[in-house]
């Protein structure tokens, strides 16, 4: 079966840290970039972070940049987001997303994603 | 990395149609043709509608159609159905190799 499956969401103190995981299941993992893509409550999506298939390309939003690292690891098809230096802002639940090849655009698979919440 | 913008709501009754707007700039929409569509019904994650500007993925009605012109994008969704009623997203590759989303449309089918 082809999803994703997001873990490792939950409450935290601001300053503090938190790692998220995305389990890949049903598709080559290895060959795709993948994406963090959040939602804070009520509003609207925000793209965070993208990892390319091999690794070699990391980017980020500006407004995580030196907060939020994206790594994977291949041999094990899982995508992980670790969150340092959390703020309220940063509440929200985290995507992770499937890209597309050859093109760079779209999201073509979505996890459902794991709730953080960043509070005293 | 500025949002792209969307109508906050649209709305229209079954067997219509009606489109939804995505302005961007050259650093985005208008200089890329990456522009992709999403549709998010409550509690659920987006679905890709759209991608490449206009291609649809497998399984999507042809009632979606998507287009770009200069720096606006459109989604057409024609022969509206109440299962249509959602939030609409449209994103952009951008330059500096980010990606860009629109605050979402909430569609309303009368």
């Known amino acids: 079966q082809v999803q994703l499956v997001e873990s490792g969401g939950g409450v935290v103190q601001p300053g503090r840290s938190l790692r998220l995981s995305c389990a890949a299941s049903?598709?080559?993992?290895?060959?795709?970039?993948m994406h963090w893509v959040r939602q804070a409550p009520g509003k609207g999506l925000e793209w965070v972070a993208f990892?390319?298939?091999?690794?070699?390309?990391?980017y980020y939003a500006d407004s995580v940049k030196g907060r939020l690292t994206i790594s994977r690891d291949n041999s094990q098809n899982t995508l992980s987001l670790q969150m340092n230096s959390l703020r309220a802002d940063d509440t929200a639940v985290y995507y992770c997303?499937?890209?597309?090849?050859?093109?760079?655009?779209?999201?073509?698979?979505w996890g459902r994603g794991t709730l953080v919440t960043v509070s005293s | 990395q500025s949002a792209l913008t969307q109508p906050a709501s649209v709305s229209g009754s079954p067997r219509q149609s009606i489109t939804i707007s995505c302005s961007g700039s050259?650093?985005?929409?208008?200089?890329?043709?990456?522009v992709s569509w999403y549709q998010q019904h409550p509690g659920k994650a987006p679905k890709l509608m759209i991608y490449?500007?206009?291609d649809r993925p497998s399984g999507v009605p042809d009632r979606f159609s998507g287009s770009k012109s200069g720096n606006t994008a459109s989604l057409t969704i024609s022969g509206l159905q109440a299962e249509d009623e959602a939030d609409y997203y449209c994103?952009?590759?951008?330059?500096?190799?980010?990606?860009?989303f629109g605050g979402g449309t909430k569609l309303t089918v009368l």
């Open positions: 049903g598709f080559t993992f290895s060959s795709y970039g």
């Open positions: 050259s650093s985005d929409v208008g200089g890329y043709n990456y």
């Open positions: 994103s952009s590759y951008s330059s500096s190799s980010t990606w860009v």
């Open positions: 990892i390319s298939y091999d690794r070699s390309n990391k």
């Open positions: 997303a499937k890209g597309r090849i050859p093109s760079p655009s779209g999201f073509d698979l």
């Open positions: 490449d500007v206009s």
